[in-house]
């Protein structure tokens, strides 16, 4: 799945899951929750870096991503600069400490200093062991229940067999970095290929020229979209779409809220940083996909203290059936409430498809 996708995105936030679980679940059902967790720390199938953002990706296309390493590796940063001026050798410690300990948290660290405030107001241990992350220095060795990174040397992490392939060039690396976005989107324009890895639009747009000149990608035209659009040669073409699924915020399907909106017709906005007065849908409102079109969207919370998952507010797309919209949606709730070993279904009246939600529940 990880390899059809590319990538899946990284978050803290544990309203329904873990960000990155949900996204498996919309495609594959009620997988095992051990598997990402097996994947990334035992078989090392998957592996942690910037992607889209934080994101687990296959660890084959490791490669792709040292030109990344390598220029945040060579980028001069303010913090990093401040912190060698102000502790002549603390990098070279912070390093050799987890060369000697690793794999370890920021929190392990001897002398990781103190934080500096909430959120990003991190500590000079911190500090470094995030740039050391970046620079592909260290790599992430897995994550603690507290959702914590633990850092370990990148010869430790990283399979030898990944580490021994060769380096591609920037410019072979976004080649490929384009077309496995190309065939994780389907049809996209330009904009949507360079936002999915976060790629320069020029460099994007250069291997997308050089791809249709290869026919691995073939220009289209899009009715009602202004931009020239693109599909990988021998994409499928399906006659019909039968996707029921919850989507999550950071979902690769939805995480462009432009597309989205320019695809299904859905302006999704996540409104988690949004004063609740303000918030239209909900904290964490997840779409709900039902054969090939955005019909409704749900504000989900798992109350794991009462073992139930409650449907804050739901809400049809303009012009659905209801009753329709509301049998589908059930199912798939009992669903999710199974996987997430959560015992009962509570839906609240917040939303026109609430009380047809209820009655179907």
Request: hydrophobic share 45%; with cysteine.
């Amino acid at each position: 799945m990880v390899d059809q996708i590319g990538l899946i995105q990284i978050d803290s936030v544990n309203t329904v899951a873990r960000a990155h679980e949900l996204p498996p679940f919309a495609r594959l059902g009620a997988y095992p929750r051990t598997l990402i967790k097996e994947s990334t720390e035992r078989h090392r199938d998957l592996f942690e870096y910037w992607g889209h953002a934080a994101c687990l990706m296959p660890i084959a296309s490791q490669p792709l991503w040292r030109w990344r390493m390598e220029r945040l590796r060579n980028r001069e940063r303010f913090e990093l600069a401040r912190i060698e001026r102000d502790r002549p050798g603390y990098v070279a410690a912070v390093l050799a400490e987890v060369r000697d300990r690793g794999p370890i948290a920021a929190s392990d660290l001897t002398d990781g200093g103190k934080a500096k405030g909430p959120w990003w107001g991190w500590a000079d241990g911190k500090l470094v062991l995030e740039w050391l992350f970046a620079a592909g220095k260290v790599s992430v060795a897995g994550r603690r229940s507290s959702f914590e990174r633990v850092y370990d040397l990148t010869e430790r992490v990283v399979p030898v067999a990944i580490l021994a392939l060769p380096t591609p060039s920037i410019e072979e690396a976004h080649r490929e970095l384009v077309l496995i976005a190309s065939r994780a989107l389907g049809v996209a324009t330009r904009r949507d290929i360079a936002n999915y890895f976060y790629l320069r639009a020029d460099r994007a747009a250069v291997s997308i020229a050089q791809l249709v000149e290869s026919g691995d990608l073939l220009p289209v035209d899009v009715d009602g979209w202004r931009a020239p659009a693109y599909l990988t040669a021998g994409a499928r073409r399906p006659r019909r779409v039968d996707g029921r699924a919850l989507l999550a915020p950071f979902d690769p399907l939805v995480f462009d809220r432009d597309r989205v909106e320019r695809l299904f017709g859905m302006r999704y906005r996540i409104e988690i940083y949004t004063p609740e007065p303000k918030r239209v849908y909900g904290y964490y409102v997840m779409p709900f996909l039902l054969g090939d079109t955005l019909v409704g969207r749900v504000d989900l919370k798992a109350d794991r203290a009462r073992s139930t998952l409650v449907v804050q507010a739901a809400h049809a797309e303009p012009g659905m059936d209801l009753p329709v919209v509301a049998s589908a949606l059930a199912g798939h709730l009992r669903l999710m409430a199974g996987w997430l070993e959560l015992g009962d279904i509570e839906v609240r009246t917040r939303g026109d498809l609430s009380a047809a939600l209820a009655a179907a529940s």
